[in-house]
């Protein structure tokens, strides 16, 4: 990324140098001109580009913004983390095999063209450097397993081994002494320069034009170094100021424009390498700072007979536990099908295109993910806990039965202009359908029977499904063929008349076990009368029946709907749109159906935006209730304890 703003800069600054009038054709052919630009211009872009992305990391820092580092999850991270460092392995790949004709790529599906690229020239590997890249893997990976990472191990000699600076030295010594760059072809680092360069200025001219181009790449060193520091920061249990670390690398980057530094963020395969010969602390960067300062002054000679594959070598080695993290999906996938998503299209986004446009991806698609749970927040249907008063739970769980006349609704999540509408519709289905069940009630309970009819466990259940088939078994056979001349199927018209039956089934099933249940004692034989008229006997035993035992079916059936509560204690906030949909379902309930809405356990923003938006003009302020048994005691309920 940085090499092409590079590129297109310094062009541009050539052009207009060589041709007075730089129009869009002499641009144009700025790449063919590439390989005549001079080395200073590429210095200058290069230095002015450091300078602005110091600029812009040291602004947004002071500007906090690191706070929108909350956006890289810590899934996002690990996925572009891993895939990152599978691009870092793949670069060394050439190096371990001795390719040289390999040319780098960039951009876009720059991974999928190198391994074609690597597999077509696999025949030209070079072999001596095959064998030492072996013996160097080898020597690094088993020292690491059953030495540094070996718990018995370490508590005899007490610290760990540096296996990758000894694999330096010897691999040095050898070179040096078998001469293997002359003799057997093995390529060495040849050439380190020594010393320090001279500070100079940037050309600061050069920055208001470059302010724009480098916002993005800004952007993404950032991200890389906030990601790296929090992978590390997780590993190692400790906190990082995210603003902080935008302040040094802002400061760093300035600070090394005037040294003819190229941009600086977090370096994945050094930051590895530290942490894999055991670093924990700010003194290895100090440390390892000194060393190559050591090296670049005095030492820098003393390297050169060093194999370049040898470095390949221990970069592959440190980045096996970050790209042991592609493992991470199986966790993901059994928790969170969601969170495994985010993971995968950030892995192979950054793998397929690049690190800069994977990351972007990920943000983007985590940014998705992040509105579309906002929107379709979860909405429960609470009831009461039987043999409780005050127990309210969702009525999916066992033993949950919903209160007469009274729907009480659930929001996990904030109502705003985004879900404000889907929820509303949903209270409106569930007040549906609660007038569909009592309208059934009305077409299928028949006469009211003589005697009190008690019920056995099951009975309630076995008789709502009787009353809904026998209405069902009597459907008229031109409804099959009405649905069929709408475009349907018959499989499928009798599927949506099965549907409809089923649906209707559990309506009935659902009022039927409102009712509180409690255990008598049965000592002498009884009979009661099921619905299908038959006699059955009761032994001596402990049954279950309901109370209060109802005189008939209708009393369990027709309870018409006196109020819906929402629960909010689980509403984050809420925005104008959200108040005024609540509002607007207030006035439908009210004026239409006669049912009351009670809000329970509002926090203090929620009821002051609720108020502020005019809802308690229209709703009196005692709809706000603390909580959904003080909405319940404020109905007068206790009678269908």
């Known amino acids: 990324m940085t090499g092409g703003i590079v590129h297109t800069v310094s062009a541009e600054m050539y052009s207009r140098q060589n041709y007075t ?12 001109i590439g390989d005549r630009i001079p080395f200073e211009f590429r210095l200058r872009a290069l230095i002015a580009i450091t300078l602005c992305v110091g600029l812009w990391q040291l602004m947004m820092g002071i500007f906090r913004f690191g706070y929108f580092a909350v956006l890289l999850s810590d899934h996002l991270i690990k996925g572009f983390t891993t895939a990152a460092a599978f691009h870092v392995f793949s670069t060394q790949l050439k190096l371990v095999f001795g390719l040289h004709k390999i040319k780098e790529w960039h951009g876009p599906l720059k991974l999928i063209y190198f391994y074609y690229e690597f597999f077509s020239h696999l025949g030209s590997t070079h072999i001596p450097t095959l064998v ?9 990976y088993l020292t690491r397993v059953f030495v540094n990472q070996n718990p018995r191990v370490m508590k005899v000699i007490r610290f760990p081994v540096p296996i990758e600076l000894l694999v330096i030295i010897f691999a040095t010594l050898t070179s040096y002494e078998m001469e293997l760059e002359t003799s057997w072809g093995v390529e060495t680092i040849y050439n380190i320069p020594t010393g320090l360069p001279s500070p100079v200025l940037p050309p600061f001219s050069m920055i208001p034009e470059l302010l724009g181009r480098t916002f993005s790449l800004a952007i993404v060193a950032s991200a890389i170094l906030i990601s790296l520091a929090k992978i590390f920061a997780a590993k190692r249990q400790y906190k990082i100021d995210c603003n902080q670390e935008l302040i040094a690398a802002g400061l760093a980057n300035i600070f090394g424009a ?25 003194m290895v960067s100090l440390v390892s700072a000194t060393i190559v300062l050591i090296v670049l002054v005095a030492l820098g000679r003393f390297l050169e007979p060093l194999p370049r594959a040898c470095l390949g070598c221990i970069i592959m080695v440190a980045l096996i536990n970050m790209l042991k993290g592609a493992m991470e999906i199986v966790r993901l996938w059994k928790v969170s099908l969601i969170d495994a998503s985010i993971f995968m299209v950030t892995l192979l986004a950054t793998l397929l295109l690049d690190v800069d446009f994977g990351l972007a991806i990920g943000v983007l698609y985590s940014l998705l993910v992040f509105a579309f749970r906002l929107q379709y927040g979860q909405l429960e249907v609470m009831g009461r806990l039987r043999g409780t008063k005050d127990e309210i739970m969702p009525i999916d769980e066992p033993k949950v039965d919903e209160i007469i006349g009274v ?19 949903k209270v409106r289905k569930a007040v549906l359908a609660n007038e569909k069940a009592v309208s059934v009630s009305h077409a299928l309970v028949p006469e009211p029977a003589a005697k009190k009819w008690i019920a056995m466990p099951g009975e309630f259940e076995e008789f709502a499904g009787q009353l809904v088939r026998r209405r069902y078994s009597q459907v008229p056979a031109n409804l099959t063929r009405m649905r069929m001349q709408a475009g349907r199927s018959q499989s499928e018209a009798t599927a949506e008349i099965s549907h409809d039956s089923n649906a209707e089934a559990a309506l009935v099933k659902r009022n039927l076990r409102r009712h509180s249940v409690a255990p008598i004692s049965m000592t002498t034989f009884k009979t009661i009368k099921e619905s299908t008229g038959s006699l059955k006997p009761i032994k001596e035993t402990q049954l279950w029946v309901k109370e209060p035992i109802i005189e008939t079916m209708e009393e369990a059936l027709e309870e018409p709907l006196r109020a819906i509560i929402i629960d909010c204690s689980s509403v984050s906030f809420i925005d104008v749109v959200g108040s005024d949909a609540l509002l607007r379902l207030a006035r439908e309930c009210s004026l239409e159906k006669g049912i009351r809405l009670i809000l329970a356990a509002c926090s203090g923003s929620v009821r ?21 048994f003080t909405g319940l005691e404020s109905l007068d309920l206790h009678k269908d304890y």
Do not use: W
């Open 407 to 425: 729907k009480i609704f659930r929001l996990h999540g904030p109502l705003y202009s985004g879900n404000a509408e889907s929820f509303v519709s």
């Open 258 to 282: 005037f040294f003819l530094c190229i941009p600086v963020t977090g370096a994945l395969a050094r930051s590895a390498l530290q942490e894999s010969v055991g670093g924990s602390t700010q």
């Open 132 to 140: 030492f890249s072996l013996v160097c893997i080898t020597v690094l």
């Open 21 to 32: 009038d730089v129009d869009n054709a002499t641009l144009s052919v700025m790449d063919d």
């Open 608 to 628: 002051d935006i609720m108020i502020l938006s005019g809802f308690t003009k229209v709703v009196p302020a005692e709809c706000f209730v603390k909580n959904v």
